[in-house]
């Protein structure tokens, strides 16, 4: 059906004809044909697009207003009250995916350049964005949060008198820290002070003497080496790899990923990144270029791992223009494979296995690929290099699972010998 068409015969069409969307939704119902959608959920999605063209009118926007921000606050203020004249869609899991198809074919301006700076804390927050992406190297996202916990920290103190951010002070710090202590864990409360350290790191460029203010910062009490690293048995890894049909194509898909997270220790961002580059069948092994705190380091490709990638590219995967190795298989086709999708397929493997109860997170796997081979005799060095630690401490927490280890250097109780 002709995308004019396809238009023309939704119930609310004026919604779309009227608002700043209408010029491009001919090539929104194109990406979506392009993606692999099927027509039935192309028309769902127009309708979700309809009912949010009609928010926006309200609102008196134009295009150059609907970003990122405009769809959360759409999705969290606007449906749950919804009072819009029917027929509307107003199921936020269908609105949102419509609407993440909706946003790349929106032209936002850059970060900084085009962005009209009105405030001092603006002016801050633009010059501590190029510092953690140029100078730091860091993950958008990253940057993202470190930014808005630094904005409420700025907010917090700020005096809308003076015309430029001064440096806080160390009651301004504590009471800061303090606050956020009351809502959130202590590992999160962590992300808290490391985003101010790293704020004082910044302002230290500039010439003003941080160093008594990062010292300040107080200790986070976590206990996070309380109890031993959660990992799976032998035969529960068994009946896990077990639980995957690798007679059909996601099945296969599902199936090699198991055996990265498990054989490899590799986090799911590194999995989602791997490239058909990375794989040197010859020398048999893998090249790891999006780790954490993007770090390339090259692994050892096991022979059961890389049969199970060779079966997937060779049976399973689809004719895709992309060079990641696992890509969706559903719409939308010629993405890779995100994260949460790695994390819900693991998921259902766990369930299908019966071990649902125990694990639900693929870090145990990673976890898992530790203890093995810390019982196998590994060294903590060689650990460390397999899992991409920086410092020891970081794996030495693996040595704790290895009881029979521990009870032959433990000393004897004086009782025991009298």
Wanted: charged share 20%.
């Amino acid at each position: 059906m002709p995308t004019d068409q396809l238009l023309a015969s939704l119930a609310r069409v004026e919604w779309i004809a009227s608002s700043p969307l209408c010029t491009i939704a001919n090539r929104y119902i194109l990406r979506l044909r392009a993606c692999h959608y099927s027509e039935h959920t192309i028309r769902t999605y127009l309708i979700a697009c309809a009912h949010f063209s009609y928010w926006v009118t309200g609102l008196d926007l134009d295009l150059d207003h609907i970003n990122a921000e405009l769809v959360t606050r759409y999705l969290q203020q606007h449906l749950p009250v919804c009072n819009c004249p029917p027929p509307r869609k107003t199921a936020i899991a269908d609105s949102r995916a419509a609407l993440r198809q909706l946003i790349p074919l929106i032209p936002q301006p850059s970060y900084g350049a085009e962005k009209v700076v009105t405030t001092p804390i603006q002016r801050e927050l633009i010059a501590y964005h190029h510092y953690l992406a140029g100078n730091c190297g860091l993950a958008a996202n990253t940057c993202h949060q470190r930014e808005r916990l630094i904005c409420c920290f700025l907010e917090s103190y700020y005096d809308a008198n003076q015309t430029l951010v001064r440096l806080p002070n160390r009651q301004e710090l504590l009471h800061f820290v303090a606050e956020w202590a009351q809502h959130w864990t202590p590992s999160s409360l962590n992300v808290v002070k490391g985003s101010l350290r790293s704020y004082l790191r910044f302002r230290a460029l500039s010439g003003d003497q941080t160093q008594s203010l990062a010292a300040s910062l107080p200790r986070i009490a976590n206990w996070t080496r309380a109890t031993l690293p959660k990992a799976m048995t032998e035969p529960q890894l068994h009946a896990f790899l077990g639980a995957f049909d690798r007679n059909n194509p996601v099945g296969k898909r599902d199936y090699a990923i198991a055996r990265c997270l498990a054989d490899l220790g590799l986090r799911g961002q590194e999995v989602c990144h791997l490239q058909l580059e990375a794989l040197d069948w010859r020398n048999s092994t893998l090249e790891i270029a999006y780790g954490k705190g993007r770090r390339t380091h090259r692994l050892p490709l096991p022979t059961l791992t890389g049969e199970a990638i060779a079966d997937y590219l060779s049976h399973g995967r689809p004719t895709v223009s992309l060079r990641t190795v696992f890509v969706r298989h559903r719409a939308p086709l010629g993405t890779p494979l995100s994260v949460p999708a790695i994390r819900s397929a693991m998921g259902r493997a766990f369930a299908r296995c019966g071990l649902s109860d125990l694990f639900c997170s693929t870090h145990v796997l990673r976890h898992t690929t530790a203890v093995r081979l810390q019982k196998s005799g590994a060294s903590l060095k060689e650990i460390a290099d397999l899992l991409g630690h920086k410092n020891l401490d970081t794996t030495s927490r693996y040595a704790r699972v290895d009881l029979e280890g521990l009870r032959s250097v433990a000393m004897p109780w004086p009782e025991v010998l009298s």
